[in-house]
């Protein structure tokens, strides 16, 4: 079955860069991201701002509305929580990157942030692809746990076709049979992916595992294998973090972490330079 | 992991009868809803709503609005689509079930429709969730294709707490490893399911094959394990059809399925009668 | 990727009947086997073969070599339980059917029983069915849990070019996500099967859902479906089973299990009939 | 349901050092093994011997007698081709593995090579690990495709039960869903391996991808996350192997993937030592 993505495909194309304010992805570094799952307080966001910034990471990442998969969890702060992220930002001149859901919330980050993120449950709800598509701003898309390569090039064509301003695709783990970890990152996958399409690609290791002490390795890995960069859960207090708390990292290790990609993607240029 | 659905749950409680206009669900008897992917004309829906009700099935089914892998394939007719599809059921008087996308076709659906469909790619879209759940309409939810039945019944929860008038749940496949089929219908899924809540399950054996020839089999095969009913595509030219052609049945295997199921159900009163 | 089976596909073969002693396989009739996870002792043996003879199994099944995933568990009684079934098996007449795991298990078993199963573990065990193909016996072969359709044919293919004298295949459940049931029934592939290949299918709805409150609509279901038999485990006092506890059934359920299937029966050919 | 390895669990081991003649596994190396899928010929082993030896490589593989999916396939040389393998080594000095499928195997390779490998489809088959367990070698025991870690984990309890010298285990790709890669390389789940176990853990992203072209990347990645090493298909002219061609890399790839996985295990104790 040939899926013709004429936009996603890598065709003849050299990696896209794509830029979100300050950031670039598919440039040939490693970009992390980094942030809470839930933004929980003017504190956190600052304080993680603040770390996350000193660390080196690229962009600040922050849950305003979450979709949680029990109506009982907590749902995120909301607008409010947009305002939040959005001022931390500004004092550490990091760009940002907050999911949407609806429509509604596209409009209200348009104004606001640097990169909208559409989630792996969304990642075929294409009203929601075409409204981010349409928005002027850089879609961060995530793979859904289920999904194939086609269909992930496929959504991100939805993007595109609206004349999306620059897409990345995040490969956050599928759904495995083993309950050791909560999904599977498909490391594999996702570098085959790099070579089906000429867009930036990088992971999520917090979702793909999460267990906290699998992140740092994870992170490493895919910049020893020449991915575009990672998403982490980083929160000052991880047990006390008010959703996703076992994948969280400290900020601290999210330091230590930025500091070893960097020592890593430096090893994958001796070759051609030597 | 606890997984608290206060509504959906089982508890207690007996079966829930979910009604759709003069449709019925959980009743002990085996409803089947037949139609076509995708509206493609009047005449093509009427066709098939006149087969379908002589058949006796309990709904017509059809779509206005696609949620395509592709955005290169047919989409539907939109609007109009509601349109036929409500003056076809006006003249055989069967119920109507259509899916909706976003909040505005839940809206479009609510003045035309009896119910309401969320399907597998959206079942964690809980804006969709919610703003269905206050339509007034009773709502048939797919389970995803990598969602756990713990994880279906959340979503059906969400529903719930807005008010929903009814909630039917539907397994559709799957995710699989085999591309023998399209997906995998899990029809111990849905077994389990039916012990774990009090609403209705049924099963869609069209979108968990894909293939035609295993769609009777499967539908006698839910009506003998005491399922509440099956969804099925139906056209009157399978090979025409303008999508999921691969899955469709004609019309008349439609309604030799309908006297199979009628008669695999009359066998399992048999004991408790004997 | 082409798979050629010369032996095992289809073509324009008729169904293949297959007959290990008294048993029937693939000839229209809903062939049932019962019996013990693991054979136990000479009366619980005795006790499930009279139950099982008398409700119309047409075999029975015992475990003597147990191939189980923890060295821990127990790892059956071995060589004394070939005497033990083959004892009670000739007091009612029913025919047996044994798993071996080794060559020295075919060696053994070829002397005592009717058929030699080949457990889920060993499908791909090359070296074992080269062995069993060329035992004089018919084989139940049974699908691993993440084999494709085609890779179970192939497996069939290594045994009928030793000259297996009948190969009956079984679908027991594949590898899924969800811990709601142990594995996944995948009936939709027990029923595309039949079309890629001649020989029988059967379900084996014990394994695959590991839950007894399960196994007796599975088993109307494949009847319903049209398939050609299930292997169910049978427990005078299920609880106390030494192994598989959760997944067995008592005797009166069986018997209750086998009436239920042939009425299911009786209505498939109602149609053709009419 | 716990899972009690008492010979395989972490507990509050350190990590043990298997040795394999020369070989060292998890002694904080990275260590490689290469050779081909199947030994083909005299001169094709003495080369990539001398190759991968060159190279770094820690150990030579090869298969002798192939467990392939179709009984059509080219199932190895057999006797022979331990001869030429363990040949090949006496000339590099370089330990040896080969995949034994049965226990005249074992008894065969125990003469000749210095670890047996048992394979993913044989991970389940517990004669064969009772006999390589106490065969007197160290063994290589790849994770089943559906196989948990704790059911991984358990079959290495088989093993050292029987008195095995020392246990590799090596994540080899579990199957997935997308026909992108041949299979889905879990490297977070061989990560949390090295947490539940003190035994080293490899990977094998020749099988778990199936794509000569992922194969560096994953190597390198490996090294980056810290495990013990890796396994890969090597073959002088890839495109003619008689077996796994796609997924066979070269001799001068493998000599860079070494290179490669050095410089990056360098940077991983520079944090220490800093």
Excluded at 7 to 30: H, I, K, M, Q, Y
Excluded at 120 to 139: D, H, K, T, W, Y
């Amino acid at each position: 079955m040939p899926m013709p993505c004429r936009l996603a495909s890598r065709g003849n194309e050299p990696d896209t860069v794509v830029r979100a304010a300050s950031a670039r992805f598919g440039d040939g570094a490693f970009a992390l991201i980094g942030g809470p799952c839930s933004i929980e307080s003017e504190e956190q966001i600052r304080r993680i701002a603040a770390a996350v910034g000193q660390a080196g990471a690229a962009m600040l990442r922050g849950g305003a509305w979450k979709t949680r998969t029990s109506p009982y969890d907590f749902q995120g702060l909301g607008d409010a929580a947009v305002d939040l992220i959005a001022a931390a930002a500004a004092e550490t001149a990091l760009p940002v990157v907050v999911e949407a859901l609806c429509e509604a919330h596209v409009a209200r980050l348009a104004r606001s942030v640097a990169m909208i993120q559409i989630g792996a449950r969304n990642m075929q709800n294409v009203e929601l692809l075409r409204c981010a598509g349409r928005s002027g701003l850089p879609v961060l898309l995530k793979r859904g746990p289920s999904a194939t390569l086609d269909e992930l090039l496929l959504a991100a064509e939805y993007l595109l076709l609206e004349g999306c301003r620059g897409v990345v695709l995040c490969e956050r783990g599928i759904r495995g049979f083993d309950p050791s970890t909560r999904n599977v990152l498909d490391l594999g996958g996702a570098l085959r992916l790099k070579e089906l399409t000429h867009l930036p690609v990088i992971v999520d290791p917090s979702h793909a595992t999460g267990r906290r002490s699998l992140i740092e390795p994870l992170v490493l890995a895919a910049a020893a294998a020449g991915l575009d960069g990672a998403i982490v859960e980083v929160h000052p207090h991880p047990d006390a973090a008010l959703s996703d708390a076992a994948q969280a990292i400290d900020c601290p290790t999210f330091a230590r972490i930025a500091r070893g990609a960097a020592r890593v993607l430096a090893t994958l240029t001796y070759e051609l330079s030597a």
